[in-house]
C-alpha cells in the first residue's frame, strides 16, 4: 500500500507568532550560535544550511523537552508561542526539540522527512524574518510520497507558521541571489 499525502497534511497559519515575539525571536537570533554544515548531505555540490540548536538534546530517546524550553534562559518565551500551537493543533503531541535554521542563496536543503516510519508526529515551521519580499523566494516545497509531484508551495511571511505531518517530503528552497537577508525559521519537532 501507497502512502498518500494531500494539503490536508499541511497547515498555514498567518500571523501565529506576534509582532512582540518576532522581534524576540530576531533578537535572539541576532546573538545566537550559528554552526555551518546542516544536514549532513554527501551529495555533489551540496551546500548546507546554518543550524541554531536551542533545545532537544534527549531527542534520540523520544524525551520531551517541553520543560527544557520553560527553563531555557534565552529561549524561555517560545513556551508561550509552543502552548498556543499545541492547543489548537497537536494537544497530545511531545515536543523533542525546538532549533532554528538559516539559508542564503544557494542553499537549497536536501527533500527529507522529519518522522521515522514508525513515529508520528507533526513538524511546526515559523518563519522568522520580520520583512521578507515575495521576490526572494525561500519556499518550503511538499512532495507526494515518491518525491516526484509538488504538493504545495509555501512562501515566507514574517509570522507564517506551517504545521505538517512530518511523514510528508518536504526541502526548502533557499533565497533569490538579489535577497540580502539570512532565511530564517524555527522548527518544533514533535510525536504524537
Sequence with gaps: MELVFSERDICVVDDAATS???KRINRQLSTACWRYGWPVNHAPHA????????????????????DDLIHHEQWGFLADFWRRVKLAHMQTATLLGVYANGQ???????????NKVD?????????????WATSWGGELVFYDHRKENILKSV?????RMVVFNGHVPHSARSPAATCDQLRMTLAFKTII
Excluded: M, Y
Design 47 to 66: 551546500r548546507p544550511c546554518w543550524h541554531s540548536f536551542i533545545v532537544g538534546r534527549k531527542r534520540p530517546e523520544r524525551q520531551c523537552a517541553g
Design 20 to 22: 512582540d515575539e518576532l
Design 119 to 131: 513515529e508520528q508526529g507533526l513538524t511546526v515551521v515559523l518563519f522568522c524574518n520580520e520583512h
Design 155 to 159: 512562501l515566507p511571511k514574517p509570522g
Design 104 to 114: 542564503t542563496a544557494g542553499q537549497d536543503s536536501p527533500i527529507h522527512r522529519d
